[in-house]
């Protein structure tokens, strides 16, 4: 079970908004977490907290294939992100990291800005942690997602595989 505040974007949440681009030129991960979402929110990266999620609508991380989008959410505090649907380079490249995408048709007619929600991650479910019976449904996750995800990203599962050996 996954834990935390939610934070309510929109539809077609581009990279450029995710971490603009006049920051690039700085490769510390924490320069790149004071500035995430600061294209959608100038307040976010001062008030999120580690384990807050973000849910989205349509084409969450659309644009350019910047990777220093999921890097930057995830240095942030972000653990999960839920999305009507993902842009592919950016699903692909939050796995990577280490955050969990998830694909929710309906999670932004569902949940407010701000409240806590979770996510059961064995039952497919996502819900309100006020006891309000709110709940959104989630496509199933892969499973070499799952397991890049609980190794802490693409890194930490090839550390483990080698470790293995």
Known sequence: MICGRGWMFGSDIDTDKIIPGRYLDNYSFEFLAFHAMEGEDHEFA??????????????????????????????????????????????????????????????TTVFKNGEEICVDLDNGRIFSSDDSGREARFFEIPSIVRQIYDAGGLVGLLKLSDENE
């Open 46 to 107: 001062s008030k999120v907290r580690e384990g807050d999620i973000i849910v989205a609508g349509k084409n969450f991380g659309i644009g350019s294939s910047r990777e220093q989008a999921a890097i930057a959410l995830k240095h942030a505090g972000i653990r999960v992100i839920i999305a009507e649907s993902f842009a592919r380079i950016f699903y692909r490249n939050a796995v990577n990291y280490g955050l969990l995408p998830i694909i929710s048709p309906n999670c």
